[in-house]
């Protein structure tokens, strides 16, 4: 995983006059497209990490037993390794789930979106959800758990949006006029610089033209967008993450 250092370095080291670009508080310039393409390779990196963490665990013969108290060792050392998490769980096929902060939990996933298929044995990554065990804004990710050949559980992680995007203000440094978000496929906002307007439906927030913006958006890979929103025209920049199949996005 990339450090802060090594975040700035990279960006230290893009930084150029070009036009078009964004100006960074101290003065130098940070090209529009470099900033997105790290953006969203810092986010997907966190997404992708955590799958592969839970993709170990629920290969290991501790999971395979279906018993809690094999489980929730590993999950506990995968928790301490995924700083954006807002609970790190393992839910049985009836929907009954065990986090690793509170333990059996009084709650049901059963009637999660993305249940029915997880338990079928497909791999979930960037369903949205408010978490039960925490209430926090959130995106899943959730592996299936194979004993003797059939799914008998999952392993997953409700990643928290709001440390997310804080993590994102840390280790890249936006000039304070550009706001970064990220549509889901169905336009909702994924994640937002202000976090108080992450799960809304961008397409609501304003005007006509950013309702076309936001379907431009989802219907192509990449590009650029102009539009009206809180009576100001913006210009962003927009790319499609194949992890998550996200529309990332930069604003100014």
């Known amino acids: 995983m990339l450090t802060k250092l090594v975040y700035r370095l990279f960006f230290l080291g893009f930084f150029a006059v070009v036009p078009g670009a964004l100006a960074a508080d101290s003065g130098m310039m940070l090209s529009p497209r470099v900033g997105l393409n790290a953006y969203m390779a ?18 290991s013969d501790n999971a395979a037993s279906g ?3 094999r489980i929730k060792g590993p999950l506990a050392v995968f928790a301490k390794d995924t700083p954006t998490s807002a609970a790190v769980w393992f839910v049985r096929p009836d929907g009954s789930y065990f986090t690793v902060d509170a333990g059996r939990m009084s709650q049901n996933l059963g009637d999660r979106g993305y249940f029915p298929g997880l338990m079928a044995g497909h ?12 209430g926090k804004r959130s995106t899943i990710i959730a592996v299936p758990i194979y004993a003797g050949g059939r799914v008998i559980g999952a392993v997953g992680v409700s990643i928290a949006m709001e440390r997310v995007a804080t993590l994102i203000d840390d280790k890249i440094a936006f000039p304070r006029q550009v706001i970064f978000y990220a ?17 809304e439906f961008a397409e609501r927030l304003g005007s006509k033209t950013l309702a076309q913006a936001v379907a431009e958006m989802l219907a192509k890979p990449e590009g650029m967008v102009r539009y009206e929103f809180q009576g100001a025209q913006r210009t962003a920049i927009f790319k499609k993450s194949p992890v998550t199949r996200w529309v990332y996005v930069l604003r100014w």
Do not use: Y
Request: zero cysteines; a negative charge; glycine letters at 6%.
């Open 42 to 59: 810092l986010v997907d990196q966190q997404l992708e990490h955590a799958r592969d963490g839970l993709r170990i665990v629920a290969a």
């Open 183 to 199: 549509l889901d496929e169905h336009g909702q906002i994924a994640l937002h610089r202000d976090p108080k307007l992450s799960f």
């Open 67 to 69: 018993d809690w108290d």
């Open 123 to 134: 791999e979930v990554a960037g369903d949205l959800v408010i978490s039960k065990a925490t």
